[in-house]
């Protein structure tokens, strides 16, 4: 054995080394670091530009930075108009299968047909370029189409995962004062119809901006459409206005492409806000480094498009790099816990990237259903969402790698756009480290002064630099984004602070530990307490609520809620059932506290600040810590 080779750590084979984009990564981190605006220039000369930047990195109005200021490009361009040109063009651009075993597959061409079409509809109904459409649609392929659609004519998408319900969607439309709504009448999850198009009329009704609301028909519910503001898409689709030639949109690197809302500490959602140019790059670098992608590769993101992660690594970074992509709409264990294992071995995936919840999920029903299925195309497995527990690693890498498949343990947020912290292929891994931070990103670790904390000590993951990936700023709120993330350190520099905790160890591996704040990660999705309780709140028969997360097996937090009831109402089982269904019908099922207590006050601090570190604390049966600042 190798006299260097270290017992803790997992090492690639020497095919994947050998055929990695990246060979080297210290003497490159170095460089790309050191000549950051150089590392990134290389990289934006890999994408079409209409016309090339002024400047690579605008610090002048720090920390609202500008990437490739002065250039033209759209996103779209890039992942689509590019590979018309080239032996891409018949390329399979997306695979779809839906729940029910239906199957639809677009090649480049194709897809460039449907989002010319979609844009002509969306041309027709007066969208113009800067108008934010909200989206809130089903994993269908038309959810793909729709935001690609936007981004062609310069619009702002803002989509709204097709899990939230009717109070989400309701408060993002509003937000963003969407004239324009795209949905389907429903989507299917685990054999029954989801109901999408009520979500939708419940909302427009609440928030009445939206005057043209586009449905695309995917399953056989028999929805209520409104004759004056409702219109089928494949109605649309058979005007003549609805050809499928459309030009691209010259939009300016800084124009606004998105907006995606976010869960913060306080209050509602924030709308972040990412740019063409500067996004472009940085999704398409990472998935090309970090991942690896061939350009026979078949890629598999199994997260929904309607997340941060479905924005960067299904639709632009994949389309970006003419990548082929996989789209499942269904639960990962329909009909039988054997789905995923058999869509990986039809359509012979090669990266599938997915999230620890997934995995420790379909774990659980044991090694027998990925054995009946040949997984062997399988280069490289990804992870995402929260912290990767060494028991779930070590069983992907086992079971699903075949020990042959290196883990890419992605550190990342709605906010950064993409991959922060990752390993290449060719990187040593560590169970449970999303290892090193990626090229140009200088990540540290410090206390509450701002100074670095030692060796296997916890304190705040910061950020020392911009990225060309990070986003914008919250959406109509300069402040909130300059206040929440950024702060200046000793020497006047603009550090980004990403609300987690983390550890290095003696290797310089980032250990990242969870939230500080409010925020809770429940299978992956990010959720705000604040959120759980407006929702339990705008319950008639609740007074006050407070929500904290409990760690818990398979979703990795649990939510769990204390509500105080109105004067006089007694809670009993059949009001716990209530408020838990009303959560889930305000905010989605996913926000559904798993459990209701009763109580008859709350700890608080004399400004009145819910305590709920103490209410975790108290849980868990643990220390609850410094009662200082708590109420009598
Ligand atoms: C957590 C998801 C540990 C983290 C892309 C972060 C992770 C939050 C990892 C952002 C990972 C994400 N290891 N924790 N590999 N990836 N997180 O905005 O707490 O939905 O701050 O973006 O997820 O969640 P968001």
Known sequence: MNASVNPDMFYPGQDVVDQANVSEYEKMYQYSVENREEFWAEQADTLGWYKKWD??????????????????????????DRHLENANRNKMAIIWEGENGQKRNFSYNGLNREVCQFANVLKSMGVEKGDIVTIYMPQ???????????????????????????????????????????????????????DLKSIANEAMQRSPSIEVCICVKNNELDVEMEPTRDFWLHDLKALPIAGSKC??????????????????????????????????????????????????????????PGWITGHSYIVYGPLINGATIMLYEGAPNYPYPNRWWQIIENYGIN????????????????????????????????????????????????VIGNDKCPIIDTWWQTETGGFMICPLPITPLKPGSATKPFFGNEMAIVDDDGNEVGTNEEGKLIVKNPWPGMARTVFKDDQRYADLY???????????????????????????????????????????????????????????????GLPHELKGNAIHTYVILQAG????????????????????????????????????????????RVLKARALGQDEGDLSTLEE
């Open 486 to 548: 950024w702060s200046q350190d000793k020497d006047g520099k603009w550090i980004y602070l990403a609300g987690d905790s983390a550890k290095k160890d003696e290797d310089d591996y980032i250990w990242v530990i969870g939230r500080m704040d409010e925020v809770l990660k429940v299978s992956g999705y990010r959720l705000g307490t604040s959120e759980v309780e407006s929702a339990l709140v705008s319950h008639p028969m609740v007074t006050e609520a407070a929500a904290v």
């Open 55 to 80: 400047s690579v990195l605008d610090e002048s109005n720090a920390p609202f930075y500008k990437w490739f200021d002065g250039a033209e490009i759209n996103i779209v361009h890039n992942a689509i």
């Open 140 to 194: 269908i392929p038309e959810l793909v189409f729709a935001m690609l659609a936007c981004a062609k004519i310069g619009a702002v998408h803002s989509v709204v995962y097709g899990g939230f319900s009717t109070e989400a969607l309701a408060s993002r439309i509003d937000d963003a004062h969407s004239r324009v709504l795209i949905t389907a009448d429903g989507g299917w999850r685990r054999g029954k119809q989801i």
């Open 351 to 398: 990266i599938l990237y997915t999230s620890p919840t997934a995995i420790r999920g379909l774990m659980r029903f044991g090694e027998r259903w990925p054995k009946k299925h040949d997984l062997s195309s399988l280069r490289l497995l990804g992870s995402v969402g929260e912290p990767i527990n060494p028991e779930a690693w070590k069983w992907y890498h086992h």
């Open 247 to 304: 030009e691209t949109e010259q939009t300016s690197s800084e124009d606004p492409l998105f907006i995606l809302y976010t869960s913060g500490t306080t209050g509602t959602p924030k709308g972040m806000l990412h740019t063409h140019g500067g996004y472009a790059v940085y999704t398409s670098t990472t998935h090309r480094m970090a991942f690896d992608i061939k350009p026979q590769d078949r890629w598999w993101c199994a997260a929904d």
């Open 569 to 612: 109402i007694v809670g009993d089982k059949k009001l716990e059932q209530e408020l838990r269904a009303h959560v889930g019908s305000e905010m989605g099922k996913i926000a559904m506290p798993e459990c209701v207590e009763f109580v008859e006050s709350l700890p608080k601090t004399r400004s009145g600040k819910i305590m709920r």
